[in-house]
Each structure stands twice: as C-alpha cells, then as structure tokens.
C-alpha cells in the first residue's frame, strides 16, 4: 500500500509575540517600581530621622537655655521642655547634664531615666553630634549631644536622646501604603500595556488576516490599507503571490503544449503500426501504448503539482462530492443504488475543485462499480495537534466482495488491474496515489464495515 508520510519533526513551541512584549515590559515595570518603593521608603526614613534630629536639636536648645538663666552660680535644672516623656519612666526620651571634664558625673538626669544611665562614648571618641545607642529599656535610641563653656571656665556636655521607634512605625506604615499605591499602580501599567501590545498588533492580526483569506481562496490578494512599517511586508507578500501565479500559468502552458506536441507523433505512430499486421508493427503499437500511457501519466503529474503551488486555491466540498454522487446513481441505475452521505458545508478543500472532483469521482466510481447496491461517502474535519496544516478524510465503501490484504497493495500499484472483466486504464487508483502525494495527504485501503472495500485519502482542508 502507497502512502505518504510526512517526517515526523519536533518543534519547539515558541512564546507568542504579544506574550513576549508584554512579559518583558511588565517584569521591567515590576522591578523598576520596587526600586522606586525601596528609594521611596528610604527618603521617607531619612525625613523622618532629620525630623527627630530637629526635635532634639529643640530639647538641647531648650536645656541650654535653662542652664545659662543661674550662671556663674550652679545650673539650674531644667524643667517645662515641652515634652511630657522626660517625665515618664523608661519612655525612650532621656536627657543628662554632665561634667564635660569628667563625663562619669552626672550633673542632672531626666526623671525618665529612672536612676539609670544614658551610656554613650566619652565625647572625644564621638566623631559625630547625632549617633544611635541602646536605651536603658532595650529601645534604638537617636542621642544627640553636645559641650558648652561659660566664662567662669566650667563647662558642661549635654545629651538629649529619642526613641527611634515611632520613625519605624511610621516608616513600616508607609511602606505598607507605598506597596498598595505602587502595586495598583503596577496593575494599572500592566492593563495599559496590554492594550497597548494589542493595539499596537491590531494590523499585524489584520495581515495575519488578509493572508488567510487568501490562502483559503476568499481573495486574490492581501490587503494593503495597513501602517507604513507593515505595508512594504503587505506588497512584497502580493508581488510573491502574483509572481506565483504567473509561474503556474506558464507551467500549465508548456504542459499543454508538450502533451500535444507528444501526443500527435504517437496517434501516428500508432495509426501506422495498426495498419500492418506484422510482428514488428505489433510491437511498435504496443510499445507506442506504453509510451501514451507513461506521457499520460506524466503530464498529469506535472499538471497537478504546477497546481498545487497555487497560493490560495480552495473549494467547498459538500458541493462537488453531492454532484458526483448524483451524476453516479445516474449512471449506475441499473443496480438501483443506495449512496449514503454525510457532507458538512463547512468543510473546504485546500486545492484546485479538479482536483477534489478526479479523487473522489475515481474513489466513488470504483465503489459503486464493485458494490452490491450499496455505497457510504463521509467526510469530516481533522485537526491536527501541534501544526496548523489541518486536513480533511474522505471515507469510501461499498459492500461489494472486497479485497484482500495482497490485493489492496496490488491495486495501488500504477496500472494495476484485478479484474481484466470489468472496463477502466487501471490508473484511476495509481493516479488517486499521486494527486494525494502531491497535495502531502495519505491515501489507504481497509475492510469496509459493510463487507467490501473502504477507502480513507486525508487532503489539506479548512473549516470556513
């Protein structure tokens, strides 16, 4: 049994377009408004840090005044610093006078300190006027601190210290803002992005379009109203397709004038080898059959596959396949058949209607010839998984006497005939084996379920 496989190739399943442009822009939006967040967030900490240093720079302000107002005498504790948690035990917010030529003793202590220490470096390690600490009650403390002389020659170092926790609560609250604003902001740009990905491959899925139209033999030419990058791609397509065409009609000429430049020197030839009754002229028609035979064939061939590169050639096949089924119980009457069909109109034939017509006119002849009364044509869409050249079956059978498995291979064998009793070329099935070949379908005979032969050919095909 012929038939014609394709090979088998794995292909690589590659993202869509659109899907790439819009992955790409959304991972660098993603990343890019995380930056932003985290600079955000950082800014935020840092105003608020510089805010709570300007506090304590008030405080330090404010004790140093209350000092100045008793001197030369002895510092008066200060007291009313408009802050109410230098009042309350372990609030986080402390203040101290010392000694600044012996900083271990303490001058005054806030009342918040409660008989603890606020522990820092001795000043002269104390590159900084704002640095960070433990506070007595485990807390990050800002300390900032500072000396100051009078002109009885003392002088006193002076630290005020804030916790840092309320920066960090306000900091984490506005983080926990700045992720919501930002990641409905992120989903905003995503939207956007999306529509303007499919927006701007609107005219790419117009081509895309246009070009099946074409290739289903809705129209003869792309569409060419498209943007300006897309439109020299548009008239290239158009050029290719015309150039095809016009390739095909000279082919079809130089086939037709070949068969009949061929096809006359042989009638004379046969015609002369006729006329004599010898064993040479005998031989001569014999051989000049042969040779019509293979001319036939041949130029057929070339016929079919001259058509088969015609860019969007399509025809309908509930149309084709009724006529002939018709036109066969007309010409079979006298065997009073019954041809059962189911042939969906939306079902197209990606090919020249000759073609279809030469397949299932040879398919159902054959059936109808060898059937005991009895014939099923069907027809049905085949999708095929993972590649977008779908294809349509054609099913044949009859419940005439059959074949076996032997004489299935026989009868696909060019010129093959198994019953010399009934009239025909013996080509009709070789050239089934070509037509299908050149379209890249598959043609196979089985046991039908009605008791003869059944006939399977898949050829290119569509849905319209």
């Not at 105003?47 to 000092?67: F, K, N, P, Q, Y």
């Not at 522990?119 to 601190?145: C, D, H, N, S």
């Not at 069909?341 to 209607?353: A, D, N, T, Y």
């Amino acid at each position: 049994m012929a038939e014609t496989h394709a090979p088998e190739v794995k292909k690589k399943r590659r993202m869509a377009l659109s899907i790439r442009l819009i992955l790409v822009a959304a991972l660098w939006s993603f990343f890019t408004l995380i930056i932003a967040g985290g600079v955000l967030v950082a800014l935020f900490q840092k105003s608020s840090i510089e805010a709570l240093d300007d506090r304590l720079d008030v405080h330090m302000t404010s004790i140093i005044g209350s000092i100045a107002r008793n001197m030369p005498d002895k510092p008066e504790r200060p007291a009313a610093l408009g802050e109410a948690r230098f009042d309350l035990p372990l609030s986080g917010w402390y203040w101290t006078i010392r000694d600044a030529a012996d900083p271990s003793v303490v001058i005054y202590d806030s009342v918040s300190l409660f008989g603890d220490r606020l522990e820092f470096e001795e000043p002269e390690k104390q590159v900084e006027k704002q640095f960070y600490t433990t506070g007595p009650a485990g807390q990050q403390l800002r300390v900032q601190w500072d000396t100051i002389g009078f002109s009885d020659g003392s002088s006193y170092l002076i630290a005020v210290a804030g916790s840092t926790s309320e920066v960090d609560q306000r900091t984490t609250s506005f983080a926990q803002l700045a992720a919501a604003t930002l990641g409905i902001l992120g989903l905003g740009l995503v939207a956007a992005i999306v529509l303007q990905v499919r927006y701007g491959l609107w005219p790419v899925t117009n081509l895309q379009a246009s070009l099946a139209a074409v290739r289903r033999g809705d129209a003869e030419a792309i569409d060419e109203d498209l943007p300006r990058e897309l439109k020299p791609l548009a008239e290239e397509l158009n050029a290719l397709i015309k150039s095809n065409q016009e390739i095909v009609e000279r082919s079809r000429t130089h086939v037709g004038n070949l068969a009949h430049g061929l096809k006359t020197p042989l009638s004379v030839i046969l015609n002369e080898a006729r006329s004599e009754d010898s064993r040479f002229a005998h031989k001569v028609e014999e051989q000049a059959n042969l040779m019509k035979d293979q001319v036939t064939h041949y130029l057929e061939r070339a016929r079919m596959a001259a058509q088969r590169r015609v860019i969007g050639v399509s025809c309908e096949v509930a149309p084709v396949l009724s006529r002939l089924t018709r036109a066969m119980e007309k010409i079979y009457r006298d065997k009073d058949l019954e041809i059962d069909s189911h042939l969906p109109e939306e079902l197209r034939f990606r090919g020249e209607q000759p073609d279809l017509e030469e397949v299932a006119g040879n398919l159902i002849d054959n059936a109808c010839k060898w059937c005991d009364g009895k014939v099923a044509v069907r027809c049905e869409f085949v999708e095929m998984q993972g590649s977008t050249r779908d294809m349509i079956r054609l099913t044949v059978e009859d419940n005439g006497p059959g074949l076996t498995e032997i004489q299935r291979k026989e009868a696909l064998r060019r010129g093959k005939r198994l019953d010399e009793s009934v009239p025909g070329s013996g080509l009709g099935l070789s050239i089934i084996v070509d037509l299908v070949g050149v379209y890249g379908g598959s043609f196979e005979l089985e046991e039908s379920k009605l008791g003869g032969l059944k006939a399977i050919v898949t050829l290119p095909g569509l849905k319209s």
